[in-house]
């Protein structure tokens, strides 16, 4: 669940492909919001034009709505949804690109809910192990 290190973030995008912009890998779970659902999805990758999310039940390409992290609310449009056994992935692009600053933030968030996760499963085995509840 630790964001990857991503030597070319910041690079231009001849270096990166045909992307406009160097994706930041993570594993961490965000929010979905649109007017026909909120879905709870893990966010697996962004940069500062668009993101991919893997959902239970993907969304249809077309649907507008909103992503949900760290704070953060980001506008945009699905694109693409590639379908599995058990949901899918969802590429999408934002309405409006976010800055590099804002991309880091959330490289320092999916960082800091690891800890975050390892702390609290902690407290709960000492909670167990101690009869509190």
């Known amino acids: 669940m630790i964001a990857q290190p991503f030597s070319s973030f910041g690079d231009d995008a001849a270096a990166i492909g045909r992307r406009s912009a160097a994706r930041l890998r993570l594993a961490v779970p965000a929010r979905f919001v649109s007017i026909y ?11 500062c034009s668009g993101a991919r999310l893997g959902l239970a039940t993907p969304i249809a390409d077309g649907q507008s709505g909103y992503l949900e992290i760290a704070r953060l609310e980001v506008f945009g449009s699905i694109v693409r949804a ?10 999408m692009a934002f309405d409006d690109v976010i800055a590099k600053a804002q991309v880091l933030d959330i490289r320092r ?25």
Do not use: M, P
């Open 37 to 47: 659902s909120t879905q709870n999805c893990i966010l697996l990758d962004i940069s």
């Open 82 to 91: 590639e379908r599995g056994i058990d949901g899918g992935i969802n590429a």
């Open 109 to 133: 968030y999916a960082e800091d809910f690891a800890a975050r996760e390892r702390h609290a499963l902690r407290e709960q085995v000492r909670r167990w192990v101690t009869g509190e509840r």
